[in-house]
């Protein structure tokens, strides 16, 4: 490729980001439209993920909490949510039409399970792996089995839950543009509405940029949520690399 070349294939790439990026502040709202736009895809994205989040966590909470407690009942659940996951997001959508309609609850029911099926192992795994002596400690303490939950248990879960509840935030904003396909889905409305059916870029890259963008933000929200839950792992941690420094050096000498 000739010097010419390349700079008129950098001036198409330059015209056509800045083209994608002056789009995407034309149509962040429209004050006469309230329900188009970017920033009403964007909230909805938000609201529809966000909720769904919620609810399979709190659905994940008291069942992994069960099933740690009597462990034959996890074997089945754990088929049973399985048996859930397997079936495609799409079918899900269409099949709960019928009964919500349009609403939201059309993506948000579905969302919510797929968010349970992903959480349920971590929360089971995260109970599992309190040691023995740590709830015999807290009942010598006098603690009750619901403070002791809440207290000592649940805390030393922590990090499991939160490395569950990650993946499934992450998989849950990328899945919730599926539901554009039923009316809903946030910024995939933008992607598959205004952008695939009308072949233009703009709308898609907006789409995609933010999905992104929202799911890394929540990401990060999620660990900084840990590391405020866990001091005293950092603390550890910290520690340790003070040992290992300590004895690094004395074997330099």
Request: charged share 15%; net charge positive; with cysteine.
């Amino acid at each position: 490729m000739s010097a010419a070349e390349a700079a008129h294939a950098g001036a198409a790439a330059w015209d056509w980001v800045t083209g994608v990026a002056q789009w995407g502040v034309d149509n962040w709202s429209r004050p006469g439209e309230p329900d188009r736009g970017i920033r009403p895809r964007l909230v909805q994205h938000m609201r529809l993920s966000y909720v769904s989040i919620g609810i399979g966590l709190a659905l994940a909470l008291p069942l992994g909490l069960a099933c740690a407690r009597w462990r034959r009942l996890y074997p089945p659940v754990l088929t049973g949510v399985n048996v859930l996951y397997a079936v495609p997001s799409i079918a899900l959508f269409f099949l709960m039409l019928p009964y919500t309609g349009f609403s939201e609850w059309t993506a948000i029911v579905p969302l919510a399970l797929y968010t349970l099926v992903i959480l349920l192992p971590n929360v089971v795994d995260g109970l599992r792996q309190v040691p023995d002596h740590v709830r015999q400690a807290a009942v010598a303490m006098g603690f009750g089995p619901l403070r002791r939950l809440v207290s000592v248990e649940l805390p030393v879960a922590v990090p499991v839950i939160i490395a569950g509840l990650r993946v499934a935030s992450v998989a849950t904003i990328s899945m919730v543009s599926v539901a554009s396909l039923v009316g809903l889905g946030g910024l995939g409305q933008l992607i598959l509405t205004e952008g695939f059916r009308r072949q233009f870029d703009a709308p898609i890259v907006t789409g995609i940029l933010l999905t992104v963008a929202l799911a890394l933000v929540t990401d990060a929200v999620l660990v900084l949520a840990q590391r405020r839950l866990t001091p005293w792992a950092h603390r550890d941690r910290a520690r340790t690399r003070r040992v290992r420094a300590a004895s690094a050096q004395a074997g330099k000498r």
